[in-house]
């Protein structure tokens, strides 16, 4: 069974920054994609940022662009998510997703992703 468990939420003032870490467990995250969501109250979830299984391409909503960035170390199954000149329109639940295909094609569509971790609240005050 896999286990996503997110840390690194909180609050934070605006121009501020947050690192999310996503540890895995119950499986190697060696070939597979990670991906990070959020939520809003009242809003879907949405993508915000992806990294394939190979690490080259990392993606990007155009919002968090130039401010946030992503990356993997699988060696400790982790995925991160530097969020750095953080904005009110940030604040909201992130959410760890990874899906089930070995070697897949990275997904911007949360249907894609099978696995979900319990997020973690990120607080931005103006």
Partial sequence: QVQLVESGGGLVQAGGSLRLSCAASGRTNTGYNMAWFRQAPGMEREFVSAIGWNGLIPYLINSVKGRFT??????????????????????????????????????????????WGQGTQVTVSS
């Fill in 70 to 115: 992503i990356s993997r170390d699988n060696a400790k199954n982790t995925v991160y998510l530097q969020m750095n000149s953080l904005k009110p329109e940030d604040t909201a639940v992130y959410y760890c997703a990874t899906d089930g295909r070995r070697w897949g094609v990275v997904s911007q569509d949360r249907n894609d992703y099978d696995y």
